[in-house]
């Protein structure tokens, strides 16, 4: 009992990592000597804009950005940073459609022999879409070099995002993940 108890945890642990809500991409990355940089400073592209329409989550983002580009070893200077690391927020309604049809026994949709028959699809038989809105929550971080005036590197990551409390899971995910595939990348090239 035990032992099946340890392989549905596992399987679930698994199936909960590979379903995160965030997904990121490199968009750009010509950081030829990530070593080259000692200093950062933290700042938003857009002065008047705030992250997810949040002063709150705006402060969490420049917070969780300044604390990861730390762990990395670079040291925080306001006056003369060798990178910016300037970050901007999106949030842009969406619409998906949801299948609405109910799942036979072998998971197609209908049984087989319903298939092509209009008496068969009466009320509460299914066969219909329902429109589900959405936000969608990006996150874009580009690394600057100051002494080229170039960005070096672009990374940004995109999550679906259903309920207002999911916006704040979603931004920290987000940073997490931008500064995981940056540290891959410079420790790549380093």
């Known amino acids: 009992m035990t032992?099946?108890?340890?392989?549905?945890?596992?399987?679930?642990a698994?199936?909960?990592?590979?379903?995160?809500?965030v997904k990121v991409y490199m968009e750009k990355n010509e950081m030829a000597r990530p070593d080259a940089f000692q200093t950062f400073f933290v700042i938003s592209e857009f002065y008047d804009a705030m992250a997810f329409n949040s002063p709150v989550?705006?402060?969490?983002?420049?917070?969780?950005?300044?604390?990861?580009?730390?762990?990395f070893g670079y040291q925080l200077d306001s006056k003369k940073p060798d990178l910016i690391v300037r970050y901007n927020t999106l949030l842009t309604d969406?619409?998906?459609?949801?299948?609405?049809?109910?799942?036979?026994?072998?998971?197609w949709g209908m049984n087989p022999w319903m298939w092509g028959n209009p008496w068969m699809m009466g009320p509460g038989m299914g066969g219909g879409f329902r429109v589900e809105k959405y936000d969608l929550g990006e996150v874009v971080v580009d690394f600057i070099d100051t002494r080229q005036d170039k960005v070096v590197m672009r990374i940004s990551a995109v999550?679906?995002?259903?309920?207002?409390d999911q916006r704040s899971r979603n931004?920290?995910?987000?940073v997490d993940k931008i500064l995981k595939e940056f540290a891959r990348n410079i420790s790549s090239r380093g």
């Open 14 to 21: 698994v199936l909960m990592v590979g379903c995160s809500p």
């Open 159 to 164: 999550g679906e995002i259903n309920k207002p």
């Open 94 to 107: 969406r619409k998906k459609e949801i299948n609405s049809a109910p799942m036979g026994p072998w998971g």
């Open 171 to 174: 931004l920290k995910a987000s």
């Open 57 to 71: 989550l705006e402060e969490n983002l420049q917070k969780r950005l300044t604390e990861g580009m730390e762990k």
């Open 3 to 12: 032992r099946y108890f340890h392989i549905g945890f596992w399987i679930l």
